[in-house]
Every structure is written in C-alpha cells, then in structure tokens.
C-alpha cells in the first residue's frame, strides 16, 4: 500500500492510496457477509477495481462467540486492475475476540485492527479461549488498533426505533459498515436504499439498520479517533456497462444464455449442497426464461433427470460439487454411451468425503477426467475467475451440443462466492451454439425403406444424429448396452465393441480440431520458466508473474479453460519452456496430465489449504525456480543431462 | 392437444425389429403382448410415445417396442422419466421396471416419482427375485427364501409394494398379473389415462428361477378362490359363485368373510376414488403374500394436479407477471454501472 498525503478542504486529514484489503470478521451470526458484500456493491459503484473473498464456518451458526463460528469476508479493492482479494488483509475488523483470534495472524506488522471493545468482556474472551485480554496484554503492539464500542453504540443510535437493546444489538455490522464507509470514502446513498429495499417487510428493523449505518460513518466523521480517511481513486477501466458478480450467479447466467444461445429449454435437476446450491437457488428465480429446476431427490436423480430432458431436447444441466460427483459418476457413464449432451458442474471444494464443505480446492479433475467404469472419455471446461464463469457455462455446452457428449464444467468454492466487476458482453455478439435435430431418416433399412440410424456419425464432428421423441419415422431405443456401429441395436460383438470405443475417444480427442491454438503469455519470449495453469488460481498466478516481471525477471504464464482434451498444439508450447511450473489446489492432477500426455518434466506446486493461493507464494516460487536455473548455459548443460537420464 | 389425425395402428406398429429374448415360457412375453394390444387402441402415436426402463430382465421392454425408448440404469428409469416427462410433457412416458429395479436400488426414486405425481405409468413386474443376476432373492421375496445368496433362507421381510406405493402417496395404484391378458389390458389402459404418476404392480412368473410363484392365486383352478376383482362402487366378492366377500374388522382393517355368513350388507363397497387411502391400504393388506386370497385391480385413482403441469403453471405465471426473460436485461439485473 503506498500513500500519499494531502490536506484536504474538510476538516480531518485525507490521505490517497492506491488499494487496501478489508476483512471483515465477526461471529457466524453477526452479518458479516453482508457487511461485505454491501462494502463491495459500494465500491463497485465507486469505480475501485475490486476482487473479494468470502470465508465462512461450515456450521450455519456454531456456538456463538467461539472460533469455530467466526465468518469472514475479505476484499481488496484498488484504483488498479486487481486480479486477488489480497494476500493480507491491511485492515481486520474484528467484531469480537473469537474474530479477533481467528485472523490476527493474517494481520502484518504495522495492520490496522478495528475492534468493537464491547465484546472483550470477560465471557467472550473466555469464549474465544484467551486468558488474558489482548487489548491490554500488548500482545498486539505491532498494530494501529482503533478500540471502538460497537455494539452500546449501536444500541443507544436505535432508541428511536423502540427496539430491545438485544435485537438493536444485531444491527452492529451497518455501524461497522458505516465506519468503514466514512474511513474509505465509499458512496453511502445506495446503500441506504438497499437496507430498505432489503428490510422493508420489517420496518423496524430497516429503521435501525439505517440508523446504526449512519451512526457508524457519523462516529468516524466526528470522533476524531482516527487519523485520516482515506481515498482509492476509481480504477481505469475498459468502456461499458459492469456489474459485480460472484462465479456462482455468473456461472447460471451462463446457463441461461447457453439455453438462450442454443435455441433450447434449459433444464436443472440438481440436489442442494455447498458451495453449488446457489446456482440452483439462482435459476430458480428465473422461470420467465422457461427454465424448469428440479430439487431431485438425490444427486443421482438430479442428473438422472438432466439426463432425461436431454433425450427430449433440452440443455440438460446438474449441479454439485465432489460428493455428489461421486453419486453422479454412473449416470456421467451412461450419458458417454447415450452420446447425449449434458452438463455437470462441479463446484470443487475440499475432499476426501465430506471434507471441507465450505473451503475451496481443485481437487476433482482426476475424477472428472477418469472416475467412471470402462473407457468414458468426457470433456472438461474448467473456469478461471467469477466472471468467467459465465463465458466457460456457454463453451462448456456449445461442445456438449455438438459432439452430444456429458461436459464437466469445473469451478470452486473460491469462484463460486468470490466477486468481481464484470464488464457486460454484448449479448448479440454471443456465439450461436445452436444444433439442428435430426428430424428425417438418414439411412436405408434391409428391406430398403428410409430408416433412421442413431449411431450413424457426422464424419467431421464424429457426433451421432440427435433425433427427439416426437419426431415422426426416428423411433429409436438407446441404452446403456453397447451398440452395433451405425445402426445403434444392441451389439455384444467384440470387434464392435472395439470400434465403438475407439469411436467415441476418437470423439472426445476430435475436439481439440474445434479449438483455437494456445499461446503462452512471454513478453520478449525469453522466460525459461512456464507457469501452467487451470481453474481459480488464474488470479494468484497471473498476479504472481506480474510482480516478477515488475522485478524485471522473465517469466511466461499459459492458463487452460480445455482440459479434456488438451489445446491441439499444447505439448508443442510447454516443451519451449526449461521448467513448467504448475500451482494446483491439489497433489499434482494437470501436472500428472500433462507429464503423461506430453513427456514434459512439470513440477506441482501444491496448496490444499482450503483457502486459494497467494500472490505472494507465487512470485517467490517462480523466483526460486529462475534462481534454480543460473546462466542460461549452466541450466541448459543440465536440463540436457535430465533428459539423457 | 386433440389429435385428431392419429393414424390406426395394429398391434405390430407397435413391435420393434428386435428378437424378443426374454427366458422361454417367462411371464414377460404376455405382458408385453399386453401393452402391444392396448397401445393401438389408446389413440396416440408412437412417436409420442417413449418406454424408459432400468436394469433388469424387464427392462430389455424398451428394446421391443417400436417407440422411443432408453436403456438405463439399475433402479434410475423413474429418475430419468421425470426429466423427460417434465421437460416434454406433451410425450406419453412408460416407465417398466422389476422388483429388484424399483423397491431396491431404485427405491428412492420411485417413492419421490408417486410422491411427485410426475406423469409417468409404471409398470412393476414382480417375481420376487433377481432373474438377470441368475436367482438372488428379492425385496418382494418371502422370508426365508432360499436362493444362491441365501442358501440357509432369507431373513429380511420383504415389501408389500401396492401398501409402499399408496404410503409414496401414489395417486393411481393397481395390481394385475401375467396369466389375464384381458386383465393385463384394461388396469394398464386405466393406468395410461390416468394424469399423474401410475403404478401397476404386475404379478409375473419367473420360470426359471422363482417358477409357481404366483400359481396359488393364479393358477386356473385358484383364480375363483383366490384372487379378489376390485370393481369401483361394487361390494367386494369373490368366489365362483361370489360367496366370498371383504368386510370390516371393526378395528380400521378388513377381513375375509363368507357372504352368507354376514349377509351382502356388510359387504365393503370398493370405492377407489376415496381421497383417504384408508380403505385401499387396508385392501392391501388383506393377503400377506401371494398365497392367500389377493385383490387385483384398481386400489386407488384419485386427481391430484401432476407435477410437470405444476411446473408449466408456474413458468406460464412469471412469463405473464413478468414477461419473457431477456438475457440483457437480466444481466444488468444487479447494481450497473458504466464507463465510457
């Protein structure tokens, strides 16, 4: 964070900086995911390039006041394009001990902590398991702490309203999202608006919501406790309209605008579960774009039922994330055998089992790309940021249509609740990814009639027709049982077998014809070391090999939307490179990919943390690996000799 | 939709090219023989018309007819048919199924499928074991049912499907068996015409691996005694003389009385319309398995609104509130702003 100073016309000290990051902590139940998200909305409107990171319990409300309950919320927000939610906070708000516990240790020296002193009382302290109040230990002396008493300030700002002080205490996140508002400049109208929009069914509560938000930025504009407010120019952006999204809502608008693209109905079955419920929750919304969402009673249901509207003619589409991947994988089978189009999206978030619902990790694309019984090769789109999630839904599908095959689309926890401003597409200049039913026959039986074939396959896209129930003279069964070459009968031939099998790889592997060629991002195109990439790391990646170049070091970077297949010339781009570097949230799955695919020495860099990559890790790993190469002529006499061995 | 220029069919319209290959002698052939005699009679077209089908010997149905139809997966075809029924509702979807398909792998779904009231006719046909597998013994098996998996018999008590169906909240229940194609005929025909979810429990004869299953209520010379004709608004009789009848058992029950015992008064009136399953579950109960006196029929047929056109309402209701959804302004939906 650099700073400049200058004294503005109003009173109190005005300082300009170039970004900040915020969290926001508190307990489960103290709002502070509204807080915020209103933040963000604020700062969006402002024009500050922005990037957030929500992180919360996996307990819908875990004993108040314990560590276990404590939610967070974190955003970064810059007069520069940002790509991460920040690798540290600058400024933790820190609405009880248990808050304060949880985070301080993300806190650098020198942070500044906002704390509402109300809640260090003996009780809550004893909650959080402090024996002595760190206020008063100087346990925190390396940090700018501003003592506010948040929660009476609250309350006596609500009298007005008539509220308990108990229920007037729960408004304490607007008089913190006040505070903040006045310490960084942020516009106040809109949010103002919102707390009515949003409470006005209890108009108590909207009142003292508004009253705690104003006594907030009012308590910062006249309490003279703090230095200095501060302001973040708005970032320089691309002309157009933008919006704030999180990957999850961006990914179902994706959906919609496939179905929209593709001329057809958009169908969900799908089965809540964290982190993928709320596109399930989003397309629910929508039925005025004729979107039919079922709540099945299963996950395997909720694919079964994908599965089934797809044999009519629609976008068959489920959503889940690793648990209900594992129940879904038998009907990601049959749909390779069916050769129907169907999407499954896969929020990944941290495993084995039940693992870390809430936290994020990458750790699917193993399963994805083998976990079904016999050879079942399916494509797999993988998005890289919230709002790409929108483009990666409509590029997921387009190949599903037109090869009539199961995609997995792949995001993560991180991407699902993670926001930032998107730059709107013009939606007429969305490809077309509609595909023609088949609707006449398209060969000739023995006795000579017209008949339909519905394993008979385009000799470009190697796709088999897709005839719908309805369609007069195409009456056809399909199943799971392999099927005679062309005319699609049940067929326990071996040779056929044979050439089924290889006439559906030969499918899947046909896609990579359909897609344009990579290119590793290598300005001067004199980097030695490729960082490689795929998913949600896209951010700290591309944030990382920022800074090293900054440093004037060269690096290239090359991130993957295709992972099944691969881009047709990348083997071909990563031997160009000494050392291939790939940050996963997992234990190495593109890296064993491509090592396999390619006979490229790629290395993992892993980080199964639950929470996404630093930029920081980043740079020094990528900075250790240029270290690790010396001169040119010493790394290239040794990366010959690996190669001998 | 009336369709008014239906073509006439026959009975071979309606068959595939495909050998049939079902066990000779199995009871499948007459149920599909069945289904391929009343689909010309129902005025719809085949190419309206898909068989959705699970795993399992009855489910090779789909292969035979000359209709639409998918091959699935164990115990997943009323999964499935809910997706194609609710997306396509303009399509007639059949779902057939086994005992091991439906009531054990498949369980959940075909619970949530009646509970749902998707549209769908289901077609169960129980021979209380696994044929495909080459004889394990089922969840309709009797207790103590030895088979390969149970050489010292089976222990688990096995489900009453026409008493789970109703506790699923079905709307249609019926049950019917393989050896009365007139039967067969008629309850699928009453299935068919019903809106919403359908189920017809289908006695049929395994040959090979669970043979006479069935043949002491519906061998020929049983029939009369053994098997309970429910007809809507008619007293419960049976009997070749109808000397036997259904009556109360003061205890919220039914049981077996002799008509001239009790006089025909106290003759419980079949009523399958009542919205209280009551009297239908207690029909259910009144043979503890396929050995003693079993009601065939209709259990119950009662409107409830199907699911698919639940949804449809509620789609047709945003689109007149709010209009059709359009993809741009949905995507300034939120808070917009702009830089030139």
């Given at each position: 964070m650099t700073t400049k100073s200058k004294l503005a016309n109003e009173p109190g000290k005005v300082e300009t900086i170039d970004q900040i990051v915020i969290r926001f902590a508190g307990d489960s139940g103290d709002g502070m995911q509204v807080t915020g998200d209103r933040f963000t909305d604020e700062s969006a409107l402002f024009g500050n390039d922005l990037s957030t990171f929500p992180n919360y319990p996996a307990e819908i409300r875990a004993p108040a006041g314990t560590l276990a309950g404590v939610s967070a919320f974190q955003i970064h927000i810059s007069d520069h394009e940002i790509l991460t939610p920040g690798d540290a906070p600058n400024v933790l708000v820190a609405m009880n001990p248990a808050a304060l516990k949880a985070n301080v240790n993300d806190l650098p020296t020198g942070g500044t902590l906002v704390i509402n002193v109300d809640s260090f009382d003996e009780r809550d302290l004893a909650k959080a398991g402090y024996e002595a109040n760190p206020l008063k230990d100087g346990s925190l002396s390396a940090f700018r702490i501003y003592e506010i008493p948040m929660t009476s300030l609250t309350i006596e700002a609500c009298k007005p309203t008539g509220a308990k002080p108990r229920d007037a205490e729960r408004s304490k996140n607007f008089f913190a999202l006040g505070l903040l508002s006045w310490l960084y400049h942020r516009p106040i109208d809109d949010t103002e608006s919102w707390i009515v929009r949003r409470y006005g069914k209890a108009p108590v509560v909207a009142e003292a919501n508004t009253l705690a938000f104003r006594a907030g930025y009012n308590f910062g504009e006249t309490a003279e406790i703090f230095e200095s407010s501060y302001e973040i120019a708005p970032a320089e952006h691309l002309p157009g309209t933008y919006t704030n999204v999180t990957g999850n809502v961006a990914l179902a608008w994706g959906l919609l605008a496939a179905a929209h693209l593709a001329k057809l109905p958009l169908f969900l079955g799908s089965y809540p579960i964290t982190p993928a419920s709320d596109i399930l929750h989003e397309l629910s919304k929508h039925k005025k774009f004729g979107v039919r969402t079922l709540q099945a009673e299963d996950e395997i249901a909720g694919i079964g039922a994908a599965l089934g509207a797809a044999f009519g003619g629609a976008l068959g589409v489920t959503t889940t994330s690793g648990p209900g991947i594992d129940l879904k994988s038998e009907t990601v089978g049959l749909a390779v055998s069916l050769e129907l189009p169907l999407l499954i999206v896969d929020i990944q978030r941290g495993?084995?089992?039940?693992?870390?619902?809430t936290k994020t990790e990458q750790s699917d694309l193993l399963h994805a790309m083998f976990g079904r019984h016999g050879e079942a090769p399916v494509p797999i789109v993988a998005a890289k940021t919230p709002s790409h999630c929108f483009d990666a839904a409509i590029e997921a599908a387009r190949i599903a249509l037109k090869y009539r095959t199961p995609v997995y689309l792949l995001s993560d926890g991180y991407l699902a609740n993670g926001s930032e401003p998107w730059r709107l597409p013009d939606v007429e200049s969305l490809p077309d990814i509609s595909v023609e039913f088949t609707t006449e026959p398209n060969a000739t039986g023995a006795d000579g009639e017209a008949t339909f074939w519905p394993f008979k396959r385009d000799p470009e896209t190697l796709a088999r027709p897709w005839a719908v129930p309805g369609t007069p003279g195409l009456e056809h069964r399909i199943g799971g049982l392999e099927k005679q070459d062309g005319i699609g009968t049940v067929s326990y031939e071996p040779a056929n077998h044979d050439v089924m099998i290889h006439a559906r790889a030969a499918k899947i592997a046909g896609i990579a014809k359909d897609m344009a060629p990579v290119e590793a991002d290598d300005p001067g195109g004199k980097a030695r070391v490729l960082l490689l990439g795929w998913g949600s790391t896209y951010a700290a990646i591309t944030a990382g090999v920022k800074r090293v170049r900054k440093a004037g070091k060269s690096v290239a970077q090359l991130h993957l939307v295709h992972l099944n297949p691969f881009p047709p010339n990348l083997g071909e781009v990563l031997r160009a490179y000494e050392v291939i570097l790939v940050p996963e949230g997992n234990l190495g799955h593109l890296t064993r990919l491509v090592r396999s695919d390619f006979l490229v020495d790629a290395k993992v860099m892993s980080k199964v943390e639950g929470t996404p990559f630093r930029v920081g890790e980043i740079q020094d790993a990528i900075l250790l690996e240029i270290e690790r190469l010396g001169s040119p002529q010493a790394a290239r006499g040794q990366s010959t000799k690996e190669a001998a061995l | 939709m009336t369709d008014l220029a239906v073509p006439v069919t026959t009975r071979k319209d309606w068959a595939s090219d495909q050998e049939v290959r079902w066990c000779p002698g199995c009871g499948d052939y007459s149920i599909l023989s069945a289904v391929q005699l009343l689909l010309p009679e129902l005025g719809i077209r085949r190419e309206n018309t898909v068989f959705v089908s699970g795993i399992g010997c009855a489910a090779r149905f789909p292969y035979y007819m000359n209709t639409y139809g998918m091959h699935s997966i164990h115990g997943r075809a009323p999964a499935i048919a809910t997706g194609l029924a609710v997306s396509r509702p303009d399509l007639d979807v059949w779902v057939v199924t086994g005992d091991g398909d439906s009531l054990s792998i498949g369980g959940n779904h075909l619970v949530h499928a009646l509970r749902r009231n998707v549209n769908l006719t289901i077609l169960m046909f129980n021979n209380q074991i696994y044929g495909l597998t080459k004889g394990q013994y089922s969840p309709t098996s009797e207790v103590g049912k030895i088979t390969k998996s149970t050489p010292f018999g089976s222990l688990d008590a096995p489900f009453n499907p026409v008493s789970l169906a109703l506790g699923a909240e079905a709307t249609f229940v019926a049950r019917t068996h393989d050896l009365d194609r007139k039967h067969m005929v008629e309850t699928f025909r009453r299935a068919h015409d019903h809106r919403g979810a359908s189920f017809v429990e289908v006695y049929q004869n395994c040959n090979v691996f669970n043979d006479g299953a069935f043949e002491a209520i519906n061998g020929k010379e049983n029939r009369a005694d053994m098997l309970i004709p429910l007809e809507h608004g008619q007293p419960i009789r049976f009997g070749a003389d109808g000397e036997h009848g259904v009556a109360s058992d003061g205890h919220g029950g039914l049981r077996l009385v002799e008509v001239a015992d009790v006089g025909e008064d106290a003759l419980v009136i079949h009523d399958e319309r009542q919205v209280n399953p009551s009297l239908a579950f207690a029909l259910s109960r009144l043979a503890t398995g396929p050995h003693e006196p079993t009601p065939i029929g209709v259990f119950r047929a009662v409107e409830r609104p199907d699911y698919g056109s639940l949804v449809d309402q509620q789609l047709l209701e945003a689109q007149n509130r709010q209009g059709v959804g359009d993809l741009a302004s949905l995507l300034r939906s939120g808070a917009t702003w702009n830089y030139d």
């Open positions: 495993g084995p089992s039940t693992g870390l619902p | -």
